[in-house]
């Protein structure tokens, strides 16, 4: 029991953050959700199999299950219980894919492998995890001494509590054990792939060559922007050529929609603002007579920040509230005013200024027990201290250690705080250091000593009525009805386009919108909008839907544009190809005026841009300041060249240029075969892997279709 003490003991976890290289080969945040809905059987398949959808929340719940008691905590925002979900998803996904590939090589993981992990505490996972020293670092004998004690303990002699804590224990480490085999797999296939590669005696003297030999160029460029696009005569073939150049960047790899929405925030009204500072007044009226029982009052007014027994120093108060603190004479109200900061009305007042400290050195012996003895027993103690005896041996004589905790007020002041919790810490602030003093609570006595302090502070016992300013049902349902009379007028997504801006409202556009977006474009809890998005037929539009996380938005969206996975066509892709297909026109009709011409003749053309760039090679970017641009085809495009060489016109990203070598910075770096063998494969080996994952990922033809359910 000893040793589950010291696990408790090590108090609430940070948020375990797993498999982080295992999942390299999942494509960025890809995969967001809100909340399930019934009546449908799979949220998506991976490589031609379906995935239920009762597997997805089963494996929802139980990583839940597992981030809680990381946490300590039982209760997780809807911002988390969404990045979960995209975590079970992106796990179920590489497992599904990894395992597939493993299967037809004969690779596995054995038992043994994974004993041997956890002996050696190799993962750096098993640093996260409560089984760990007081140095920090993964101890085994502890884990070993939890399940030998999990597997024979009688829930009986435990509490309820305790036993809830201990199964929690084991499912985290059931999944702890689980991630380091999978983690294992992943190694022993990246080591396969990483086997695989190799370099060879022409490559790596090629590579040292274009590494090492720099050079000094000249570089005159015709900008794309000194010809005017509607000077550029683009043609069908030219539209055609330039779709087939670019045709693999087209590549559709998730189904996608346009939409056009609007996103009308609903706003308080003048009138709104006049019944909350009415209101507030009355409150201000009804504080200035009351004494007593501030909590149950701020909680009647509807308070953003409620009462605490506990006084806060100026840090932990609200701005607005500390700059009007020396406009209250002693004790008393000020209010109502308003706060522009968070546009609220506001209304406080002062009970009582103490004093405290910013943080508080203590240790505590705890007497458990009620009645005269137990109270003699603490005051015996207290005594004891207080003539000099070792705190830390009068608290061993009791089998407790009385450990020297420091505790600052930015832990506890910005909670709620009252009853016998607010006593303790009050009591903490109101000693002194070297005080040694006994503290009577429900059931025990606390003897506490102060061991230091830091930073007087003056406090303030303050009740502070902050009421942010909201609409009211009457603004609501005006804001609703208008943008429900516009849409009787306005029913397609071309409707929309010519006459939203006409009638105030903005209509905003998000190409490509895919259904991994939990919400439409950041605004809160519009899912529902969103699966609407993925049923419509091209053209609709939606209804209104009332979102936002204070429900204070009311959206519409226009499907205009379905794209489906593939290619995408000529006519999809026209705006990305006409660009193109001009900058390929403009290409040709610069070359034209800087073709056969020397250096001499080139610094005589209208709009051309002359440079000097030093020490550029093969594989560097020429960063061209005249341009304000990097130009990655300069350092290729010389490497060959002798000295005093023209290129011919090379096509840039942002021009046409001409380069001329103008000198030649040989290394003095003698070549190594070996050695330049070794770093192309480590450049290999750091980047090969994750393409390879990626490429299976994709031929997996992954489909997700969480949104319809979740």
């Given at each position: 029991m000893a040793t589950l003490q010291k696990i408790r003991s090590k108090g609430p976890l940070l948020l375990i953050v797993?498999?982080?290289?295992?999942?390299?080969?999942?494509?960025?945040?890809?995969?967001?959700?809100?909340?399930?809905?019934?009546?449908?059987?799979?949220?998506?398949?991976?490589?031609?199999?379906?995935?239920?959808?009762?597997?997805?929340?089963?494996?929802?719940?139980?990583?839940?299950?597992?981030?809680?008691?990381?946490?300590?905590?039982?209760?997780?925002?809807?911002?988390?219980?969404?990045?979960?979900?995209?975590?079970?998803?992106?796990?179920?996904?590489?497992?599904?894919?990894?395992?597939?590939?493993?299967?037809?090589?004969?690779?596995?993981?054995?038992?043994?492998?994974?004993?041997?992990?956890?002996?050696?505490?190799?993962?750096?996972?098993?640093?996260?995890?409560?089984?760990?020293?007081?140095?920090?670092?993964f101890d085994a004998d502890l884990l070993k001494n939890f399940l030998a004690f999990y597997n024979e303990f009688d829930p009986s002699t435990v509490s309820y509590d305790e036993y809830e804590y201990y199964q929690s224990m084991y499912r985290y480490w059931l999944f702890i054990e689980n991630d380091i085999k999978s983690g294992l797999l992943y190694?022993?296939?990246?080591?396969?792939?990483?086997?695989?590669?190799?370099?060879?005696?022409?490559?790596?003297?090629?590579?040292?060559?274009?590494?090492?030999?720099?050079s000094d160029v000249l570089i005159a460029a015709l900008p794309y922007s000194s010809l005017n696009d509607a000077d550029v005569q683009v043609t069908s073939s030219d539209l055609k050529k330039a779709y087939a150049e670019n045709k693999e960047?087209?590549?559709?790899?998730?189904?996608?929609?346009?939409?056009?929405?609007?996103?009308?925030?609903?706003?308080?009204?003048?009138?709104?603002?006049?019944?909350?500072?009415?209101?507030?007044?009355e409150i201000t009226t009804q504080l200035e007579e009351m004494d007593g029982d501030y909590a149950?009052?701020?909680?009647?007014?509807?308070?953003?920040?409620?009462?605490?027994?506990?006084?806060?120093?100026?840090?932990?108060?609200?701005?607005?509230?500390?700059?009007?603190l020396d406009s209250v004479n002693n004790l008393g109200v000020f209010g109502p005013y308003y706060s522009n900061y968070d546009d609220s009305y506001n209304t406080f007042k002062v009970l009582n200024i103490v004093n405290g400290y910013d943080s508080i050195q203590f240790a505590m012996i705890q007497v458990i027990g009620e009645g005269e003895e137990y109270d003699?027993?603490?005051?015996?103690?207290?005594?004891?201290?207080?003539?000099?005896?070792?705190?830390?041996?009068?608290?061993?004589?009791?089998?407790?250690?009385?450990?020297?905790?420091?505790?600052?007020?930015?832990?506890?002041?910005?909670?709620?705080?009252?009853?016998?919790?607010?006593?303790?810490?009050?009591?903490?602030?109101?000693?002194?250091?070297?005080?040694?003093?006994?503290?009577?609570i429900s059931g025990a006595?606390?003897?506490?000593?102060?061991?230091?302090?830091?930073?007087?502070?003056?406090?303030?016992?303050?009740?502070?009525?902050?009421?942010?300013?909201?609409?009211?049902?009457?603004?609501?349902?005006?804001?609703?009805?208008?943008?429900?009379?516009?849409?009787?007028?306005?029913?397609?997504?071309?409707?929309?386009k010519q006459n939203a801006e006409n009638s105030d409202f903005r209509l905003l556009y998000y190409p490509s919108f895919e259904s991994y977006s939990y919400n439409i474009s950041g605004v809160g809890r519009s899912h529902e909008a969103l699966r609407w998005v993925f049923g419509a037929n091209e053209g609709e539009v939606s209804r209104i839907f009332e979102v936002g996380y204070a429900n204070d938005h009311l959206l519409v969206v226009g499907v205009d544009k379905i794209n489906k996975r593939g290619y995408r066509s000529l006519d999809?892709?026209?705006?990305?190809?006409?660009?193109?297909?001009?900058?390929?026109?403009?290409?040709?009709?610069?070359?034209?005026?800087?073709?056969?011409?020397t250096i001499e003749e080139l610094k005589k053309v209208d709009d051309i841009v002359l440079d000097t760039i030093r020490f550029i090679n093969f594989t560097n970017n020429a960063f061209v300041?005249?341009?304000?641009?990097?130009?990655?085809?300069?350092?290729?495009?010389?490497?060959?060249?002798?000295?005093?060489?023209?290129?011919?016109?090379?096509?840039?990203?942002?021009?046409?240029?001409?380069?001329?070598?103008?000198?030649?910075?040989?290394?003095?770096?003698?070549?190594?075969?070996?050695?330049?063998?070794?770093?192309?494969?480590?450049?290999?080996?750091s980047s090969i892997p994750s393409s390879i994952f990626e490429a299976l990922y994709y031929n997996a033809k992954v489909v997700d279709e969480r949104y319809k359910l979740f």
């Open positions: 797993i498999g982080l290289a295992m999942l390299a080969f999942i494509l960025g945040d890809a995969w967001k959700i809100i909340r399930p809905t019934q009546g449908l059987q799979f949220v998506g398949s991976i490589d031609g199999k379906n995935i239920s959808a009762m597997d997805f929340q089963k494996e929802l719940e139980n990583y839940t299950e597992v981030v809680k008691f990381a946490n300590q905590s039982n209760d997780l925002t809807e911002e988390q219980m969404n990045s979960l979900r995209d975590e079970v998803w992106a796990i179920m996904v590489r497992n599904q894919i990894l395992s597939k590939e493993a299967e037809k090589i004969g690779l596995t993981v054995t038992d043994a492998e994974v004993r041997d992990v956890i002996e050696r505490g190799s993962d750096p996972i098993l640093a996260s995890t409560p089984f760990s020293g007081s140095d920090g670092k190694s022993k296939y990246s080591a396969l792939v990483k086997g695989a590669l190799v370099s060879n005696p022409i490559a790596a003297k090629d590579s040292y060559v274009n590494r090492v030999m720099r960047e087209l590549y559709n790899y998730t189904e996608s929609r346009d939409i056009y929405y609007i996103d009308y925030e609903i706003e308080p009204s003048q009138a709104d603002r006049e019944a909350l500072l009415a209101e507030v007044n149950s009052f701020l909680r009647r007014s509807d308070s953003e920040i409620a009462y605490s027994e506990v006084p806060r120093s100026i840090k932990n108060l609200p701005e607005d509230v500390v700059a009007r003699n027993r603490a005051d015996s103690i207290m005594k004891a201290a207080k003539k000099g005896a070792d705190f830390a041996e009068l608290a061993a004589k009791y089998n407790q250690t009385a450990a020297e905790n420091w505790m600052s007020a930015d832990s506890y002041e910005p909670a709620t705080i009252s009853g016998e919790n607010a006593l303790y810490l009050n009591k903490l602030n109101s000693m002194k250091k070297g005080e040694v003093d006994v503290l009577k006595n606390l003897v506490i000593k102060i061991f230091d302090t830091k930073t007087p502070l003056k406090k303030y016992d303050i009740a502070i009525v902050k009421r942010p300013v909201e609409f009211s049902e009457e603004t609501s349902n005006a804001a609703y009805n208008k943008l429900s009379a516009f849409l009787t007028q306005n029913v397609t997504v071309d409707e929309l999809d892709a026209s705006a990305i190809i006409s660009h193109r297909a001009i900058l390929n026109k403009k290409s040709e009709l610069l070359s034209e005026k800087l073709a056969g011409l300041a005249a341009l304000s641009a990097s130009e990655p085809n300069v350092g290729p495009s010389v490497a060959k060249l002798e000295k005093g060489e023209l290129t011919v016109p090379i096509d840039g990203d942002n021009c046409v240029f001409v380069a001329e070598k103008i000198a030649i910075n040989e290394s003095s770096s003698d070549y190594n075969e070996t050695t330049e063998k070794s770093r192309l494969q480590t450049i290999a080996v």
